[in-house]
């Protein structure tokens, strides 16, 4: 595997958009490739290594389906009961269609409304985002249920069971759904259901104001040429949820995709039809139970991909290559780059 590729595309990334995070590529649980690069604090110089930990952006969303399908299993949770049904009317939209169902909503095909509408966000989608956390404080947004004045009373798009269109809000029910059938917290769920069974031991839940070591700073870039960077503090929600927000490196991400495809997380049972196309997206991309599906030969993946504001994220596992990578940034507008040329390495 020629990886010198990748490190031309990471060189132009630092020298021309200031890029910084970290490059991951194990074959059969042995690395091929790694690379830190940037800083984890611009403040006070401390470089990216191998044990920082990074946002992670929706990357979230394929723990909390780890964590409904772990329900699933243990048949406390069935994937096409109502949503309805499973929420109590305080802990779910009031507009929320009573045909829609679990299922619907670990595919994006539940129809109902989003509180950040990724499909026509502008190309300066982070401020967007941001402006957010305007009206509802970034400290006050702490747990799943917080984010439900943001969409509850907000009519639905269609009926559930159409076309796909990346709900955040459905991932946000899930979170609910999770904590009501688990009876526990989203966080502990997922840390007892997906980080701890998968060695997951660097990743979490971390807020904003926790001092934790080897943890990045996101951040934003400067808004006219030589004004300062800043942290992305106020532009995100001040602890993640199950639509986004957790934090892990490159090694635990790892450990993830070896741990799913080997069924260590999502029960063989359930595995398959996980990994099985429910809901096609385009020529070559479809979406299993909450997980990305790229491909249908031998080259063929499941993976996951995020963004916030000051993180960007992308995990992909090559089930038939024995292959994982994974692609980790604090900054935006890189990691997708450097992510594409990790593929066609992969590919080749």
């Known amino acids: 595997m020629q990886t010198s590729d990748v490190d031309a595309v990471l060189d132009r990334l630092e020298s021309e958009r200031d890029f910084s995070g970290s490059v991951l590529i194990t074959r059969g649980g042995r690395t091929v490739y790694e690379a830190h690069r940037g800083l984890a604090d611009r403040a006070w110089g401390a470089p990216i290594g191998g044990r920082t930990r990074f946002g992670l952006g929706s990357v979230t969303k394929i723990f909390t389906a780890v964590a409904v399908l772990d329900l699933v299993a243990e048949g406390r949770l069935a994937l096409d009961a109502p ?6 009317p305080e802990r ?51 747990t799943p249920a917080d984010y439900l004045p943001l969409f509850g009373s907000l009519p639905p798009y269609r009926a559930p069971g159409g076309r796909f269109q990346y709900s955040n809000a459905g991932f946000i029910l899930l979170g609910l759904v999770v904590e009501d059938v688990s009876g526990t917290d989203y966080v502990t769920a997922v840390r007892e259901r997906v980080f701890s069974p998968a060695g997951m031991d660097e990743s979490g839940f971390f807020a904003a104001d926790e001092v934790r070591p080897d943890v990045a700073t ?10 300062a960077w800043r942290t992305n503090v106020f532009a995100m929600p001040s602890v993640g949820a199950p639509d986004g927000g957790a934090f892990s490196s490159a090694r635990d991400l790892d450990r993830f995709l070896t741990a799913y495809g080997a069924g260590e997380l999502v029960r ?45 994220a992308l995990i992909r596992r090559y089930p038939v290559l024995d292959v994982n990578t994974v692609v980790l940034s604090n900054v935006n507008d890189s990691a997708w780059t450097v992510d594409e040329t990790v593929r066609e390495i992969v590919k080749r």
Do not use: C, N
């Not at 949503?83 to 109590?88: I, R």
């Not at 951040?219 to 004004?227: A, F, K, T, V």
């Open 268 to 312: 063989p049972a359930l595995l398959e039809q996980a990994l099985g196309p429910q809901v096609h997206i385009g020529r070559i991309t479809s979406m299993g139970l909450g997980v990305y599906l790229f491909g249908d030969d031998d080259k063929r993946a499941f993976g996951a991909e995020g963004g916030d504001p000051g993180a960007e």
């Open 218 to 227: 996101g951040y934003l870039r400067p808004s006219e040429p030589g004004g």
């Open 83 to 88: 949503v309805a049904s499973v929420l109590p």
């Open 92 to 142: 779910r939209p009031a507009t929320l269609r009573e045909d829609v169902t679990v299922r619907h909503l670990l595919t994006h095909t539940s129809g109902i409304a989003d509180y950040f509408e990724e499909e026509t966000a502008s190309d300066d989608w982070a401020a967007e985002f941001a402006a957010l956390w305007r009206d509802l404080p970034v400290y006050r947004v702490l």
